[in-house]
């Protein structure tokens, strides 16, 4: 399935960028967090290496993950609403940045691992928006997942293991998530985690050209 939310991942693997951006989302973040839970990235309550469910393990990034990483985001079907597919180099560029983030954050994009199965099948997480727009700053929740793992209701169990940790843990007042009216079936997640959508919320994405066919975003809402 194809996450949603563009911005966090696609600008993540701009290396001209990546400093500004990294300060941009960390900034944002703690903006979000002080006033719910108090603390600050380095409490080790913000932090948690990894998430279990009843069938998916979401951990810290493995060397390993990268070559089944890359494969997923050449694929046109995972890629389908996103602005084009990724390079090798950028995966990669991507994964670090990612790591840095939980170094610095004490959370992210997990990798996800099916327990007694796949090794690697995608991302489901947590990420501050890194831009300005009405209902930002906030914490947002989005999902990659390899195409050969659609339809068996793996985005929904681990980003709904992201929600809890979320509202549990960073003590979060509401998390959003985002993507293109087209996208049913990430929308379809997102009805799933009980989040909910208003037609007045729904936004030109700024990192977008005028005019681009995915600058078009409809948004999320999903309150404890």
């Known amino acids: 399935m194809a996450a949603n939310g563009y911005a966090n991942f696609a600008r993540s693997i701009c290396p001209n960028r990546h400093e500004a951006d990294q300060s941009a989302v960390i900034s944002l973040a703690e903006e979000v967090l002080r006033p719910n839970g108090g603390f600050l990235f380095g409490s080790p309550m913000a932090k948690s290496s990894e998430l279990r469910t009843e069938r998916l393990l979401l951990r810290r990034w493995l060397p390993s993950d990268r070559e ?62 890194p831009f300005q727009a009405p209902f ?24 709904r293991a992201a929600l809890t940790f979320g509202f549990d843990q960073l003590q979060l007042n509401e998390i959003v998530a985002f993507t293109v009216p087209a996208n049913v079936r990430s929308r379809r997640v997102m009805e799933k985690l009980g989040m909910t959508h208003n037609p007045a919320d729904d936004f030109e994405h700024p990192n977008l050209p005028e005019g681009h066919p995915l600058r078009r975003h409809v948004l999320y809402r999903r309150r404890p």
């Open 68 to 129: 089944a990483f890359a494969a997923m985001n050449a694929d046109p079907r995972v890629m389908e609403h996103f602005p084009a597919t990724l390079s090798r180099e950028e995966c990669d560029n991507a994964v670090a940045r990612i790591e840095d983030s939980f170094e610095r954050q004490g959370f992210g994009w997990w990798a996800v691992e099916v327990i007694d199965g796949a090794p690697f099948i995608g991302f489901i997480g947590l990420s501050a928006v």
């Open 136 to 159: 930002t700053p906030c914490i947002e929740t989005g999902w990659r997942l390899a195409f050969d793992h659609w339809n068996r209701g793996y985005a929904t169990e681990g980003a």
